[in-house]
């Protein structure tokens, strides 16, 4: 079993819709969560981070954990063409363990 | 800071080669971690240090590969003979704990023919 899985998609969603992306780990005694952005040849870009249960709010972005269920995911507002790229949910303990990553495409 | 920096940027090399791949942290930062990245397998964790030490080597896929890191401010990893499925896009992050934030590098783009 993979530490870290995600959904590969591709996602494709209309601009200005809701983009949802999700995300289960296997470790209970993980700590710290993480979405990163991938853009085509590029490196992965923090954008968001997440260490409580609940939802946490920056700009059109929210992340939400449930660490109950061992489920994290990322909802995109307002999505936007730039949005376009690959997602990695990110989770760490003594070490950082990466999903495979899911494509989104924005759709104008 | 400049981040975390990677050279070189892409390496084309004729398999049997020794290659080496050379990462620069973020000053101040206790933890590097050597990813490579393929489209079938994603972002894999091959090695990381805290402090330059080794703490996890088991994502190494063999004895092929080997990484070192002599102080705080360098590491490298080796692939020695290189083969063609080594080819991959390979980042080098770093980190100020183990459980924060991970800045990664512009990564190193490897094709061995």
């Known amino acids: 079993q993979k530490e870290v899985e995600q959904n590969s998609g591709p996602l494709s969603v209309p601009e200005g819709a809701i983009a949802s992306l999700n995300c289960t780990y296997s470790?209970?005694?993980?700590?710290?969560f993480f979405w990163y952005r991938q853009y085509s040849g590029k490196s992965p870009e923090l954008i968001m981070f997440i260490y409580s249960n609940g939802d946490k709010e920056d700009g059109r972005f929210t992340a939400q954990l449930n660490k109950a269920s061992q489920y994290v995911s990322l909802l995109i507002r307002d999505s936007q063409p730039s949005d376009s790229a690959t997602y990695l949910c990110a989770v760490s303990g003594n070490q950082f363990y990466f999903g495979t990553g899911t494509s989104l495409t924005v759709i104008p | 800071d400049a981040g975390v920096i990677q050279s070189p940027r892409h390496e084309v090399t004729e398999m049997g080669q020794e290659v080496t791949l050379r990462c620069k942290p973020i000053s101040g930062h206790d933890y590097l971690f050597w990813y490579r990245q393929t489209m079938m397998r994603g972002l894999e964790l091959l090695i990381y240090?805290?402090?330059?030490?080794?703490?996890?080597d088991s994502g190494m896929p063999e004895d092929r590969f080997s990484a070192k890191m002599p102080n705080a401010s360098f590491s490298t990893l080796k692939i020695q003979p290189s083969e063609p499925r080594d080819s991959a896009v390979y980042f080098c992050?770093?980190?100020?704990?183990?459980?924060?934030?991970?800045?990664f590098g512009q990564g190193t783009r490897l094709t061995v023919v």
């Open positions: 992050a770093s980190s100020i704990s183990g459980v924060g934030e991970a800045f």
């Open positions: 240090f805290n402090n330059n030490v080794p703490i996890d």
């Open positions: 470790d209970r005694g993980s700590q710290s």
